[in-house]
């Protein structure tokens, strides 16, 4: 972006104006940047539209250069919304007042809060021999497939209010949340008294959605909600890539009864 160093001002000519984002149709428009002329969105997080493009078009003029040893486009693309959101969480700090400044701070404690639900639940499918089986698959799902949320503070008490993926399918929460029990199980010591770590927080269950994220690529396809699927445009198939494979998203009996009881507890307390 025209930028001698990472900490130079970004270039205001290669930043799209708020109305050509509200207009921008990809269906209609192709990509809305060129690698020549290349525009992220730095007001908007990667999952909107225009940057779904934008990410598109570096993915492929990054693998085309030939000069690089990845030539994984769906690893490139991850890596470069990854530092999309980084220059997204900058460009708001270098140009927005205390209120923006505030929001952009709760979206980076948000997305704080996901990457330690992440590392909980990769920490749990590592410490019993039934479950490491799963652990490429939540390592596939990474950072991005595990759930955000929205905190209130009610009588001197954060409330973290739990946000739904559209894309994901409910099989495949309630599959996770049992990993929250077993970790919730590993805290817990013989004696019922908690290991050492930070205190539990309420994060509640809800009907409400989180639209800021793309849907994680090249999951199996039994990985992804059939309704959403199938209401999918035929390019946004082909750029989700769902594999043909069946994943089981099921757990031993033995494992589901051990942590039966920390299970009820997990739906609506989770771990620091």
């Not at 969480?89 to 140009?95: A, E, I, K, N, V």
């Not at 330690?116 to 039934?130: D, H, I, K, P, V």
């Not at 959605?209 to 059939?226: Q, S, W």
Request: glycine share 4%; hydrophobic share 35%; aromatic share 10%.
């Amino acid at each position: 972006m025209n930028r001698e160093h990472g900490r130079a001002p970004f270039d205001a000519t290669l930043i799209p104006s708020e109305e050509e984002v509200k207009r921008y149709d990809p269906r209609r428009d192709g990509h809305c940047c060129t690698p020549e002329r290349f525009r992220p969105d730095l007001r908007s997080t990667p999952g909107s539209a225009w940057n779904q493009s934008v990410i598109k078009v570096f993915g492929q003029s990054f693998v085309d250069q030939d000069e690089f040893a990845c030539d994984d486009i769906s690893i490139v693309k991850k890596a470069f919304s990854t530092h999309l959101r980084y220059l997204h969480r900058r460009y708001l700090h270098d140009t927005s007042g205390e209120a923006e400044k505030l929001r952009a701070r709760k979206r980076a404690n948000r997305d704080e809060r996901k990457r330690g639900l992440f590392q909980r639940r990769l920490t749990a499918a590592l410490s019993y021999e039934a479950l490491k089986p799963h652990v490429d698959i939540i390592r596939r799902l990474g950072v991005d497939g595990m759930s955000s949320d929205e905190s209130s503070v009610e009588n001197d008490i954060v409330h973290y209010y739990i946000l739904k993926k559209r894309w994901r399918h409910p099989e495949l929460t309630m599959w996770l949340r049992v990993f929250d029990a077993v970790y919730r199980k590993i805290r817990v010591s013989e004696t019922n008294r908690a290991t050492r770590g930070a205190p539990v927080h309420w994060r509640h269950v809800t009907n409400r959605y989180d639209n800021e994220r793309a849907a994680v690529p090249c999951l199996p396809k039994n990985a992804y909600n059939p309704d959403w699927l199938n209401g999918l445009h035929e390019m946004d198939r082909e750029d989700l890539a769902a594999r043909d494979e069946v994943y089981a998203f099921v757990h031993p009996p033995e494992i589901a009864q051990c942590v039966m009881p920390y299970h009820i507890l997990a739906l609506w307390l989770i771990c620091c």
